[in-house]
């Protein structure tokens, strides 16, 4: 299929939220624990002032450290920021378990993210009590969920990406400064000069670099530089994707979700105190089309593939049984990231499981669109959803004996490493994307549009080749409820390829993202948004901005000269990248 891109309106740019308010509201006063060698680079990095080096990468979480892997590895300078005391971003400070395709033990990622999962398995090896079978599995998952094959608590993330950091911290290549966020940037033309950092103590640093590479949850970087983008949903006209809306809907951003952690201590009361807007979220029926089944806190939603009405099941383990068996999934199980029975008896009173579940999704408006007022509004919101679905759970849930609520189930704070026992950051979907050299369109990934262009019925499907592949993923095409009333979208796409281009304003040449940030669309976005892609994103732009700065060439000249994008291609599959599936 020949490339195809196109030009967002005007309307379709946001302007940028106020980011201090927002770290109030995520409980970032003060840092909590931290890990050796990530506090060391922090605290190096308090004082203020100036600072110059080879590339500077705004956002600590999974797309930003996998940047700052690759560019030191390749001996480049570099400074990474992180608005929160955690690395990891979705896998840590948001506690959401990776969501991975089925080949991920065997290919479909880069080598680095295959370390990662290995040394997070190696982590409990070392540190947990766990059993022997546990132990001497080879494809140990602590939790045991059923989202993931590799179902971890957030701290251990942390943990390990802070050893793998730690090579070129020691060095003197990687400086990391913890509670930091941009508020400023310096732009030449089409050049960004510099960009100005602020921390929780109130201390600013001007860093300038060759290259900056944005890697934030929410594409910050882009409207403090200038940097064409969109948000929300493109129009029919713009794209011809089929599912597209027909006009633009660049406040239709998906739901957005505050995750927490909790046991179950069979017989105790940890029930928190009623929410102060639990009357509402306990009424309250979602405003979506095709409409949802009814009560948002209940057990029962919206199936994503069908959107037909579909029951859940929630049942926690008991003093005289584990979780038992159910028709219906049980949502105890589904991110369960502490499974008792991978660890020696007594190490354990209870599982862990992780709350993200359709039942706090938060629908009713976005982070990016919106002036300081109407987003304080929705943080506070998805707050108050979380510990209404929590207190819902403690008092009201239905109980397969009849009975009502689990007064059991605790609010593990430490777990989150937060006061209230939310998570640090709330879980992002959807960000502000540039408007790329190219951008990924659902007919390119559509299992059906792919089907279609298949020049024989037994043809294998796959979607359409990229000239400029630096990596490869997988993941059904996964919206969930947006803020602009849609229910889920949902359907299924083959695995695909990282263009390069979508990594490439159009315009800014010395920007590249790093994340949810590429250039898809409002749809794609679906498929490319998952932990193991945006690694495999992260760790293309930091190897780009370091080969830029050894070849003295721009990453659209890298993109655009054939021999440029070979020699690059080279690079990338001599680091452990696959920029082929295999067939």
């Not at 600013?204 to 949903?233: M, R």
């Not at 909790?262 to 017989?267: Q, Y």
């Not at 928190?272 to 939603?301: A, C, E, M, N, V």
């Not at 209404?388 to 008092?395: H, K, M």
Request: aromatic share 8%; glycine share 8%.
């Amino acid at each position: 299929m020949p490339e195809k891109s196109f030009t967002a309106a005007p309307s379709t740019y946001s302007r940028s939220f106020a980011r201090r308010r927002f770290l109030e509201f995520c409980g970032l006063g003060a840092a909590s624990a931290i890990y050796p060698q990530i506090a060391a680079a922090s605290e190096s990095a308090r004082s203020g002032g100036e600072r110059h080096v080879d590339v500077v990468i705004i956002g600590g979480g999974l797309g930003g450290c996998a940047a700052a892997l690759a560019a030191t590895r390749m001996g480049k300078r570099v400074l990474l920021t992180e608005p929160t005391d955690w690395i990891g971003g979705q896998l840590s400070q948001q506690g959401v378990p990776p969501d991975e395709h089925s080949h991920i033990e065997t290919h479909g990622c880069t080598a680095s993210y295959r370390q990662f999962r290995e040394n997070v398995r190696d982590y409990y090896r070392r540190n947990y009590p766990l059993t022997e079978s546990a132990k001497n599995n080879p494809r140990l998952n602590p939790g045991n969920g059923n989202v993931s094959r590799l179902c971890h608590e957030p701290r251990v993330a942390v943990a390990v990406l802070d050893a793998m950091l730690a090579p070129a911290v020691s060095a003197g290549r990687l400086t990391v400064m913890l509670n930091t966020k941009p508020v400023k940037a310096e732009v030449d033309g089409d050049r960004v000069r510099s960009v100005t950092l602020i921390n929780d103590q109130g201390a600013e640093y001007q860093v300038t670099a060759p290259y900056f590479i944005d890697a934030t949850e929410q594409g910050d970087l882009l409207p403090l530089t200038n940097t064409e983008y969109v948000t929300g949903a493109e129009s029919r006209h713009e794209t011809e994707e089929s599912h597209a809306p027909e006009k633009a809907e660049p406040d239709n951003i998906q739901a957005f979700t505050w995750c927490f952690a909790i046991d179950h201590i069979d017989g105790a009361d940890h029930t928190i105190d009623r929410p102060k807007q639990y009357d509402f979220w306990r009424d309250h029926t979602p405003d979506l089309t095709p409409p949802w089944p009814g009560k948002l806190l209940s057990l029962q939603y919206s199936k994503p593939n069908t959107l037909k009405p579909h029951d859940l099941a929630f049942v926690p383990p008991t003093k005289e049984a584990p979780p038992p068996k159910t028709k219906a999934l049980n949502l105890w199980l589904y991110r369960r990231i502490i499974d008792p029975a991978n660890f020696l008896p007594g190490t354990y009173d209870s599982g862990v499981a992780i709350v993200n579940w359709p039942q706090n999704d938060y629908m009713l408006g976005n982070l990016i669109t919106g002036d300081e007022q109407e987003i304080a509004k929705h943080l506070e919101g998805s707050r108050q959803l979380s510990l209404s679905l929590l207190y819902w759970l403690q008092t009201e849930a239905p109980r397969p004996d009849g009975g009502t609520g689990w007064k059991g189930l605790r609010l593990r704070k430490d777990i989150m490493g937060t006061a209230d026992g939310l998570a640090k950051y709330p879980y992002i979907r959807e960000s502000r994307r540039i408007q790329a050299e190219f951008t990924i369109l659902e007919q390119h990934i559509s299992r059906a549009d792919r089907q279609a262009v298949a020049k024989n019925a037994g043809d294998k499907v796959t979607a359409a080749p990229f000239h400029d592949s630096v990596g490869i993923g997988y993941y059904h095409l996964d919206l969930h409820p947006s803020s602009g009333g849609d229910n889920y979208i949902d359907f299924s796409s083959v695995p695909f390829q990282i263009p390069l281009g979508a990594l490439i304003p159009r315009r800014t040449e010395n920007l590249i993202a790093a994340c949810k940030n590429i250039g898809t669309t409002h749809l794609s976005n679906g498929c490319y948004r998952l932990h193991p892609v945006e690694w495999s994103i992260g760790e293309a732009a930091g190897a780009l901005a370091a080969h830029c700065l050894d070849q003295r060439e721009r990453p659209r000249g890298v993109r655009n000269q054939s021999k440029s994008l070979t020699t690059f291609q080279s690079v990338l599959k001599g680091q452990g990248f696959e920029l082929v599936w295999p067939t």
